[in-house]
């Protein structure tokens, strides 16, 4: 990986006038992606492999992974109905291996979220309807569930970035 990586190109705001409900969901979905591609920018590979918070073993790294497996699990597993199995093998059976870093190679764990971001936008497009529910694991599930479900998600996981990125060079804000 290059000293530090390019910064990425500045985030999208989603629409503040009347927008239809796909549109607003997707759309604060994309921003809270920039926003954590934003929060790796101009970092080194250690810097993004940095565990900043004792004694979490979260990293910024670590959270592009984990989001990652997080878009796999739910956009192609969830509502694709693929079989997916996860990107990486866990050391620890039943354990996720997104914060494992030591080993991880930076643009590999970025170009795997990148396409997994990819490939659920494209599985959202296929639906007509944010109605549309799936079956998954004894349990049923909306387009609008799932849009909604991880812009949580990121949102949560950003929060975590924001601190992780003060602690590695003091950077702040959006």
């Not at 920018?41 to 565990?51: I, P, W």
């Not at 969830?78 to 991880?104: Q, T, Y």
């Not at 936008?121 to 049923?140: M, N």
Request: hydrophobic share 35%; proline share 7%.
């Amino acid at each position: 990986m290059p000293d530090k990586p390019p910064a990425p190109t500045p985030r999208t705001d989603p629409p503040h006038a009347p927008a239809d409900e796909r549109t607003s969901l997707t759309a604060f979905l994309q921003y809270q992606r920039e926003t954590l591609a934003m929060k790796c920018a101009g970092l080194t590979a250690g810097q993004l492999k940095e565990r900043a918070v004792p004694p979490s073993d979260m990293s910024l790294l670590g959270l592009v992974r984990h989001l990652a497996e997080v878009e796999r699990s739910w956009f192609r597993n969830v509502l694709s109905g693929e079989a997916a199995g996860a990107n990486r093998k866990s050391r620890v059976p039943g354990d996720p291996a997104d914060f494992d870093v030591a080993d991880a190679d930076p643009d590999e764990a970025f170009e795997l979220w990148h396409a997994e971001c990819a490939r659920s936008r494209a599985i959202v497009d296929a639906f007509d309807s944010l109605d549309v529910t799936v079956d998954f694991r004894d349990d049923t599930y909306s387009v609008r569930y799932v849009l909604t479900h991880m812009i949580e998600e990121y949102a949560r996981h950003n929060g975590h970035a924001d601190l992780l990125r003060e602690r590695i060079d003091g950077a702040t804000g959006e």
